[in-house]
């Protein structure tokens, strides 16, 4: 598992596939001596589709909400599944940032689990009975990659006197980082299977993103 330097900024960090948007919110980029017609339907600047911020999803493949970063969840089964699944979720040790009464993350229920797999159609031969061991195996590397993440922290910001806390995380596994691109094409190293982009909150309010390549047999 490898951990990039963290990128810190005093701002949440973009991905490839955000926008900036300018800082008196969104609207239309060019500006009207006088109020557009009402029959002109708003900005008359043709916007290009390819250039609409893209989807995003969390290291769950589960859509986020844009209006509040969190994921909509969904707990009912997929039209594929045969056997029922457990709806419980499992807390766990991870502090969730810009909570400040403890709050931790909580795992997805194996039936989220089941539909994120069944969403990006990888189920494979993946059966019913097999997810609840499948999602126990995630959530124990997610809780590795949380006291990966607190001993890079040791190191880059030792004098803090609280622990820092993860306010959101990205699953990019069609994205290659860098490094992972660097490594296989010179190198020879065999590509990750997953990237996750975690990004922290340390207590000064500085966000720092962390990029998280995953690979078999480490």
Known sequence: RDKHPP?????????????????GGEGCPVKHSTPPPSSAGGCPVKQNPK??????YNVYSQPID???????????PSPQQNEELPTN???STIPKG????????TYPSPQMFYNALARKGKLGDTEESDIESVV??????????????????EVLDGEAQMAPKLLKFL????DLSPKARFKHWFLGHPLPYDRHDWTI??????????VIDYYHDE
Do not use: C, F
């Open 7 to 23: 990128i810190v900024n005093s701002q949440i960090q973009k991905t490839p596939n955000e926008e900036a948007k300018p800082e």
């Open 66 to 76: 844009p209006t509040n970063q969190m994921p909509n969840l969904n707990q009912l």
């Open 171 to 174: 699953g990019r596994p069609s």
């Open 51 to 56: 250039q609409k911020q893209q989807q995003q």
């Open 89 to 91: 979720r499992v807390t």
């Open 136 to 153: 126990a195996l995630h959530n124990n590397m997610n809780e590795k990659t949380w006291q990966k993440v607190l001993e890079w922290e």
């Open 201 to 210: 909150l340390r207590e000064d309010g500085t966000e720092v993103r962390y």
């Open 98 to 105: 810009g909570a400040d009464d403890g709050t931790t993350w």
